[in-house]
């Protein structure tokens, strides 16, 4: 049984193909739809161009990993960014799990479209972008995780620090004056056996707090 769809499978099967892979990634700034190659490839109605303007080109794909236990399938995918105003839009912090996805496909010469449904071998998230700069070109990877990272993330980034606290409540100063909290406040549930009570890590926090300039603190 074959994963492809029943007109992509048979062009594989055929004497002569023209494959191709593509690219879509959904930025907050805009949609972007490379291929790998110079040509032009309609799909499901878009257009996927060698070169996107004011973006960049597609340089390269690392092998698909598949993930096990708690980690998801990821790969990595180069971009040529087309200046130096795209690298850094692409590194801007807001791209962090715009969704990506990968198709591998088979073009038909005479109508220039897709044939069939392309395969998909990863629809993911970007995880972060690397600069990599070099003597002839500059290029920015992002790494890929699979979209089921979704269903593993842990809140890790819901700490105890100045800049979370105003992404929850914006305008509220409290911690801005908070340094050096050494010591864990569980909040929702029990602490680990040996852990600091809910009460006392609050106690610690309202003591530094205390002690701060422009101190304003509500319960």
Same mark, same amino acid.
């Given at each position: 049984?074959?994963?492809?769809? +029943?007109?992509?499978?048979? #062009? ?17 700034? !805009? ?7 110079? #040509? ?9 161009? /060698?070169?996107? %303007?004011?973006?960049?080109? &597609?340089? @390269? ?5 598949? !993930?096990? /236990? ?5 790969? @990595?995918?180069?971009?040529? +960014? ?6 850094? #839009?692409?590194?801007? %912090?807001?791209?962090? $799990? ?6 591998? !496909? ?11 449904? %392309?395969?998909? +071998?990863? $629809? ?44 929850? &409540?914006? /305008?509220? *100063? !409290? ?6 909290? *050494?010591?864990? @406040?569980? &909040? ?5 056996? /040996?852990?600091?009570? *809910?009460? $006392?890590? &609050? ?17």
């Amino acid at each position: 049984m074959t994963v492809l769809s +029943p007109a992509l499978d048979a #062009a594989f099967a055929g004497s002569r193909v023209t494959m191709f892979g593509a690219l879509k990634i959904e930025m907050p700034a !805009g949609t972007y739809r490379l291929l790998d190659g110079s #040509a032009e490839i309609d799909i499901d109605g878009e257009t996927y161009r /060698g070169l996107e %303007p004011g973006f960049g080109s &597609w340089d @390269s794909i690392e092998e698909i990993s598949d !993930g096990f /236990g708690d980690e998801a399938p990821s790969t @990595s995918i180069g971009i040529l +960014p087309e200046s130096d105003a795209a690298a850094l #839009a692409m590194t801007d %912090p807001s791209v962090q $799990r715009s969704p990506v996805t990968v198709m591998i !496909g088979a073009r038909d010469e005479a109508t220039g479209m897709s044939i069939g449904d %392309p395969y998909v +071998p990863i $629809r993911g998230i970007i995880d972060y972008p690397v600069h990599k700069i070099g003597q002839a070109a500059t290029s920015v990877d992002f790494e890929i995780v699979s979209e089921m990272e979704y269903l593993m993330l842990n809140d890790e980034d819901r700490v105890m620090s100045s800049a979370f606290h105003h992404r929850v &409540w914006p /305008g509220e *100063t !409290g911690m801005d004056h908070v340094t050096g909290v *050494t010591e864990n @406040s569980y &909040w929702g549930q029990n602490p680990p056996s /040996g852990g600091v009570s *809910t009460a $006392r890590g &609050w106690r610690a926090i309202k003591q530094k707090l205390a002690t701060a300039q422009d101190y304003r603190f509500s319960t």
